[in-house]
């Protein structure tokens, strides 16, 4: 497949980094020389610089013979320009555009991303994306990571195994005996930085980052068994009242179990915007480190707090603060993939990574078709990648035991009709069921072939 990638900052040049790695041809496109180097020198890839929106440089992209344009400048408009430039000039079949501004996406105007309008097939919204990210931490508490698969009947939860976890030092194979109703599969564990695929015979230890795939119904006595206590989120207190904190809100709004929410917002025009939005959402109006504020925001009564400013390190020591006046559970909104490491040191309970959220959404809308749902983990360390199976797959017909997946490559989950199962070697798989496998970089070109994408996807 021909892609062309119009904007090499961080999550153009993941993009860039999933699709070359599985063997299609990449073009990146920016006005920076030095984003276009970065990507050309660090990936297969071939690179234009110039401004995306100019019909000559897609011409010069290959944008004549592309599959599929990926629009995601930091400009809005950039991207919807690129878009109808490569859909009324060069007859582009698939058009993604990342949009932030939340103008362009009201419902009542979505007319305007018809074929004959503005015509873009995707549009993804990196605020809505974040929202729902923020929300889904708080569906489990006392887990770093979240995200649901197989239409929310089974999660993948990232847990921090600590000392007092119940099953440390317990070889996978012994929980499967132990805990043979549960429906929950060790799919990852990153240990001292390191991403890998455990085997049976693999323990846990305290420090490890586990990433487990659960069923809906058994995410209580997952977290239990690995020592993580579920707590009801019955007050939330917000700092950031922007696009994403309003959208979080909103939702905990419109809940049947009621939430009480508290918003604290520095600018005054955007906590009289979220004020004059919400019903039953308490706005205060300063500085969400100031610790008199947050004492009247009730911080040491709430159940979680979210930091979901624009800036990092405000969102860092919000919840550094929030944890030190007694909010037992805290999360951050981080861009700067760097700060990550030192989320453990300062006791901040979970994070929310836009690039990856947004990395994850666009590679959903590439890989259509079969494949259902991508999440990219970490830094394009892994993905988990949920798909039906067809009938000329390899593995339609045979049992996971017979399947010769690569090492870096595990079963989650399979679903057959509405039933989620755990998988184990004797599970067969067949044509229609519904499976979600975790794979290291390295190995999804792998699983790409075994889900026989090249053939029934593009």
């Not at 600590?162 to 043979?180: G, K, M």
């Not at 707590?231 to 700092?239: D, I």
């Not at 991508?374 to 399947?403: C, N, W």
Request: aromatic share 4%; with cysteine.
């Amino acid at each position: 497949m021909k892609v062309i990638i119009c904007g090499a900052g961080q999550v153009g040049w993941q993009i860039a980094r999933h699709l070359s790695g599985e063997r299609n041809d990449v073009t990146v496109v920016d006005n920076n020389a030095d984003l276009v180097r970065r990507a050309t020198d660090s990936l297969d890839v071939q690179g234009v610089t110039g401004f995306a929106s100019y019909p000559s440089v897609l011409d010069k992209a290959g944008a004549g013979d592309a599959d599929m344009i990926i629009a995601a400048t930091h400009s809005d408009e950039v991207n919807m320009v690129t878009c109808q430039v490569a859909h009324s000039v060069f007859r582009v079949n698939r058009k993604i555009a990342r949009l932030r501004s939340q103008a362009y996406l009201e419902t009542i105007y979505s007319d305007l991303y018809r074929r004959d309008h503005m015509p873009i097939d995707v549009v993804i919204s990196p605020e809505r994306e974040v929202a729902a990210a923020a929300l889904q931490r708080l569906s489990a508490p006392s887990a770093f990571d979240t995200e649901r698969f197989m239409d929310g009947q089974a999660h993948l939860l990232g847990i921090l195994i600590e000392d007092d976890c119940p099953v440390i030092n317990t070889p996978l194979r012994q929980l499967t005996d132990l805990f043979s109703t549960l429906r929950a599969t060790v799919v990852g564990v990153r240990r001292e930085g390191t991403l890998f695929s455990p085997e049976s015979g693999d323990q846990l230890f305290a420090g490890d980052e586990c990433y487990v795939f659960t069923h809906v119904d058994d995410i209580a006595r997952t977290m239990e068994i690995f020592g993580k206590k579920m707590a009801k989120q019955e007050r939330v207190v917000l700092v950031g009242g922007g696009n994403v904190g309003l959208a979080v809100a909103t939702e905990l709004e419109q809940r049947a179990t009621r939430v009480r929410t508290k918003i604290i917002e520095k600018s005054r025009a955007c906590a009289e915007r979220a004020a004059e939005a919400l019903e039953r959402t308490i706005v205060l109006n300063g500085d969400g480190l100031d610790v008199a504020l947050l004492a009247e925001a009730g911080i040491a009564r709430a159940d979680a707090m979210l930091a979901i400013t624009d800036d990092d390190k405000t969102n860092m020591l919000a919840a550094v603060r929030a944890k030190s006046e007694g909010c037992p559970y805290a999360i951050a909104l981080i861009n700067d993939p760097t700060l990550v490491p030192l989320m453990g040191p300062l006791g901040i309970d979970a994070y929310i990574n836009p690039r990856a959220t947004t990395v994850s959404s666009i590679l959903r809308h590439i890989r259509h078709g079969r494949v259902r749902a991508v999440y990219s983990i970490g830094d394009a360390e892994a993905e988990v990648i949920e798909a039906e199976v067809l009938s000329t797959s390899p593995m339609a017909g045979k049992r996971i035991s017979d399947i010769g997946f690569p090492e870096g490559v595990l079963v989650g989950a399979v679903r057959k009709g509405d039933t989620v199962l755990r998988p184990m070697g004797s599970t067969r798989i067949d044509e229609g069921d519904v499976i979600a496998l975790f794979a290291l970089a390295g190995d999804v070109p792998e699983v790409e072939r075994l889900m026989q994408v090249s053939i029934d996807f593009f």
